[in-house]
């Protein structure tokens, strides 16, 4: 997008003037919102009046212990107190704590700087705050959603005339920032949101964000907004910003412009958080999937079918690898594979409730009068399938497994590459057991992940989601779930955090993170409790006794979307794929004489043995141009093959990395290659 200056010209002139005279004067509608703001603040504030201060317990995260007073002490002063630096957010007995909320009991206390996922996310969500104020305040702009992504901080907004400075932007948040504005968090209700928000858009587009009963509501300055997660105290906490593009934002069922622009950054609590970003942001364009992709010939998108990925024969390659190991881990432990429909009858949705809260995210067909909808998950039709038949104690527990394709309508603008699509795979399965069986089936499939991840290299840590505020069921049975899957986790020996509130509404959940070769996270792999789904199927089973039992669902990935592991695995191997997973395994070079043909011969013996294998016959090519060529397209291997390896049966062996393993018989190196592929092992030598 172009930039200008906004001193350059005389109309650039006048909207500075005009942005002036918008900072001095808040609109009507500015004023009235701050004016209730202060009205609930108050309200608020007499409502939840403390009792005078108790002593407080509080253990740290080096063991210990600090003396803190309830209703009082902050993690910020303690955080002061002991004398850390960097601290963006605590957390309290495993929950997420803002630095400027009191402590209310005794607690554990992890205090979590900006090198935390959460606390960038904290950074970030401050950021978004103070970057809408500034639209709001310094340019008259109409905000209408800030918020958070994985990569940084964004906010939707209107205005008339669009063309910013991003430069000019930066500066402005910079000097909010330096104002150290105080930044004040409510907790309202969906009444008390509509009267703080006449905007329908931005009234819409915050009931959309509602989680809960209520949603997080803050002010910073003149602006009031909605903020979905914690933030810091004051803006003084942020150091630096950089804004990063700005792009048209498509709502919700409205395939047309909507009007809004969506600027996107990053906040940075300093210039050395700063600087280590731009370093991060540098690798992680060498290793763009995306550019990965193209490169090595993998995959494509095209506009006759937006957000669905085209798999080049190289692509196919590693996709089906990956399925095929799935596969093989589930005939491992006793996961049968079922194949369902792709369309379905709404009347199958309304019945599993996802009609009434996912029928935007879906593509629907009509053949009068039906419609029909693609199917965005699989777990229905494995409700339908368990039902066909009364099912006996004897046969739980059910595992099945399902890689049908799964559709979404995702928001163009939410699509990128392979990591947000709307046609993609899952290595879905879902578990049917009785409650006494859930240990040992969460337990089993904590193994899975790990034997996985480990095949890739990952290291993880695992998050204890639990009941939200806004659960179905029995209180006594989500204890009793989140205990057993405490008990499964402590078993399983790696480190685990607790993070109360976040499950579903309808169970407990265990979510994955995974750490790739450059630090970045991400959540793959769910284990995921489900008590709806049975009682709005009646799925039932026969108990030992004779009585009808309500048996527990499993929901279970580990790779999570396939286009999108694909994308994460591109990324943390920096195209250069291990062995057992690329698409480009030997290249074959003949040298000198006649030896073409017996390099055609090697080629056709890895092709027959199922390796990827090529051969490169540019007779204008010299050897070191050939080698170079084949390192570059990230080949594992490169075979050189000349009179003497044609005499002896041999071939001169070299990796991708230019470390040559010498002349090896043929057979030997089959047999080599062959092993080193069994194994999934990540070793270039053999």
């Known amino acids: 997008m172009a930039r200008i200056d906004v001193g350059e010209n005389d109309d650039a002139k006048k909207i500075n003037a005009m942005r002036e005279r918008q900072k001095l004067h808040p ?40 003396k803190a007073l309830s209703g009082v002490t902050t993690p910020l002063q303690i955080a002061q107190n002991i004398r850390v630096k960097g601290a963006v957010v605590g957390r309290v007995n495993g929950e997420l704590w803002e630095l400027a909320r009191p402590l209310e009991a005794d607690c554990e206390l992890q205090l979590l700087g900006f090198e935390s996922l959460e606390g960038r996310q904290v950074v970030w969500q401050t950021g978004a705050c103070v970057l809408g104020g500034v639209m709001e305040t310094r340019y008259g702009a109409q905000v209408c959603r800030e918020g958070v992504s994985d990569t940084g901080l964004y906010v939707d907004y209107r205005l008339d005339n669009s063309a910013l400075s991003l ?48 949603i997080g509501v803050y002010r910073c300055g003149q602006s009031v907004g909605v903020c979905s997660g914690p933030i810091l105290p004051h803006t003084g906490f942020l150091r630096s910003f950089k804004m990063l593009q700005i792009s048209p934002v498509t709502l919700s069922g409205n395939t047309g412009l909507s009007g809004l622009l969506r600027m996107m950054g990053v906040s940075f609590p300093g210039e050395k958080e700063r600087e280590q970003w731009v370093r991060e942001q540098e690798e992680a364009r060498k290793r763009d999937h995306r550019r990965i992709g193209k490169d090595q010939e993998l995959f494509f998108f095209n506009d006759v079918s937006p957000g669905s990925c085209f798999f080049l024969p190289k692509g196919a390659h590693i996709y089906n690898t990956l399925t095929d190991f799935i596969k093989s881990e589930y005939r491992r432990r006793g996961f049968s594979e079922v194949v369902t429909p792709t369309l379905y009858s709404t009347s199958l949705w309304e019945r599993s409730g996802h009609w009434e809260h996912y029928s935007e995210n879906m593509f629907t067909v009509t053949c009068e009068p039906h419609t029909f909808a693609l199917k965005p998950m ?33 928001h163009s603008g939410a699509l990128g590459g392979l990591t947000r699509v709307r046609r993609f795979c899952q290595d879905d ?21 790990r034997s996985v991840y480990l095949v890739f290299g990952f290291t993880f840590h695992c998050l204890l989601s639990t009941r939200p505020s806004s ?15 405490e008990k499964s986790l402590q078993h399983f020996g790696e480190r685990w955090e607790l993070n109360p509130g976040d499950g579903a509404f309808y169970g407990p959940k265990i979510d994955i993170q995974i ?47 396939l286009e999108r592991m694909i994308a994460i695995l591109a990324e943390n191997f920096g195209g250069k794929w291990p062995l057992w997973l690329s698409p480009a395994q030997v290249m074959v070079l003949p040298v000198g ?22 051969i490169d016959d540019d007779h204008g090519a010299t050897l070191n141009r050939k080698v170079r060529s084949a390192q570059l397209a990230q080949y594992n291997y490169i075979f050189v093959v000349g009179e003497k390896e044609q005499g002896s049966g041999t071939v001169s062996v070299r990796t991708r990395g230019g470390k040559q393993l010498g002349q090896r018989s043929l ?12 194994s999934r092992s990540n070793r270039d030598e053999f």
């Open 27 to 66: 609109s009507a509608g500015q004023l009235e919102r701050l004016q209730l703001f202060e009205t609930l603040k108050v309200m608020r504030s007499e409502r939840t009046k403390a009792a005078p201060g108790r002593d407080l317990s509080v253990r740290l995260a080096d063991g210990k212990t600090v």
């Open 167 to 214: 430069e000019e932007v930066e500066e402005r948040c910079r000097e909010m920032a330096d104002l150290k504005l105080p930044i004040t968090k409510l907790e309202l209700n969906l009444q008390e949101l509509r009267e703080l928000f006449q905007d329908a858009l931005r009234l819409q587009l915050a009931e959309e964000q509602m989680q809960g009963p209520t």
């Open 378 to 410: 699989n777990c229905p039709a494995h409700c339908v399938m368990y039902e066909q038949r009364a099912r006996s104690w004897r046969e739980l527990p059910l595992r099945w497994a399902d890689f049908g394709a799964l559709h979404r309508n995702e």
């Open 429 to 449: 399965a879902h578990i049917f057991c009785t409650p006494d069986q859930l240990e040992e089936e969460i337990t089993a499939c904590l193994d899975f992940v």
């Open 471 to 485: 659960y179905l069921g029995e209180a006594a049975l989500w204890d009793s779930a989140e205990q057993q899957l």
């Open 515 to 561: 750490r790739d070769a450059i630090g970045r996270q991400h959540q793959c792999a769910t284990i995921q409790l489900d008590f709806q789904l049975p009682i709005r199927f009646n799925l039932q089973y026969v108990g030992p006794d004779g009585g009808m039992y309500r048996p527990v669902m499993v929901h279970r990935a580990v790779l999570g979307s």
């Open 593 to 614: 004489g006649d030896s073409e043909q017996y390099g055609r011969k090697v080629v056709h013996r890895l092709k027959e043995a199922g390796f990827m294998a090529d």
């Open 667 to 678: 057979e030997d190196v089959m047999t080599s290659l062959m092993e080193l592929r069994g």
